[in-house]
């Protein structure tokens, strides 16, 4: 009787979990369906949540205002490279360290795991600088290469290859298999859901990228769609059914990437937890 208690009790606090999160979401898509004038003149009721006043202007006039194609393939453009790239760079350092046994290993460990507590502001400015003697600034470079390699991913990497057995890889050793191989062939087929947890994780992570863009982007050739949902906010007139529709336009890559990944990202989540 006290466990059918505890369900419940569990099952209802996901629930009321699971509304304050779709609720937001579902009022933003909702939102850029109605009138202008309809938005908040609903707030106050469960009109808000109900598409009675379906309209898609909103959506053609924001099209119409900003070139949200170009930003919207700038952003997954760039931000795709980062993953990808960051997946290969990221998982053979997260392999070196959990089964290539060298002398500093533990030191880089330790150095990655401190760095993952330090804010990203505060590295702002001297990176910026770096990338300015570069004459990096207005490129592609600037947005993509000082992402690709990441403490969290590599920490991430390391925490599930460590619980691969040796043994497999001793075997693939003792048939003339170098490490490299044996990382292609063997290792990257066993973890399909720890580089799809990362992938999300990263993608999700430089899709809302807002200040380091804004930072060294100079033009709109360049500009990514963070960039651009601001220009409703800093050029008027302010309509808040043009935000609500880019705000959702945005939001479908996410939730379509989530969705196809989301079996491997619960079981890299699960596999990749804190172990020795």
């Known amino acids: 009787m006290r466990n059918t208690r505890t369900n419940v009790l569990l099952y209802a606090l996901n629930i009321i979990m699971s509304l304050l999160f779709i609720i937001p979401l579902l009022w933003m898509v909702v939102s850029s369906l109605k009138p202008e004038n309809r938005i908040f ?7 808000s949540l109900l598409p009675l006043h379906i309209t898609l202007d909103n959506y053609r006039s924001a099209f119409e205002r900003i070139p949200m194609m170009k930003y919207l393939f700038n952003s997954i453009f760039y931000v795709s490279v980062i993953c990808i790239s960051g997946l290969g760079v990221n998982s053979i350092c997260g392999y070196a360290l959990a ?18 507590i330090v804010p990203f502001e505060s590295i702002l400015m001297p990176l910026y600088l770096v990338v300015n003697a570069l004459h990096w600034v207005n490129t592609w470079f600037a947005l993509i290469v000082p992402f690709i390699a990441n403490c969290f991913s590599i920490f991430m990497f390391r925490q599930f290859f460590m619980d691969i057995p040796n043994e497999i890889l001793e075997s693939a050793s003792i048939d003339g298999s170098g490490p490299l191989k044996t990382f292609a062939s063997i290792v990257v087929p066993l973890s399909g859901p720890v580089f799809a947890t990362v992938f999300i994780l990263d993608f999700i992570t430089h899709w809302g990228d807002f200040m380091w863009p804004i930072l060294v982007t100079t033009g709109e050739s360049l500009r990514n769609i963070q960039l651009g949902i601001q220009t409703f906010f800093t050029l008027p007139p302010i309509y808040y059914g043009q935000i609500m529709a880019t705000l959702t336009f945005t939001t479908v890559p996410i939730i379509a990437l989530f969705l196809l990944l989301q079996k491997y ?12």
């Open 41 to 47: 003149a609903d707030l106050s009721s469960l009109k």
């Open 265 to 276: 990202y619960v079981q890299g989540i699960t596999s990749a937890g804190i172990k020795g």
């Open 99 to 116: 089964k290539l046994r060298f002398r500093g290993s533990e030191i880089i460990l330790a150095c990655i795991i401190a760095l993952m």
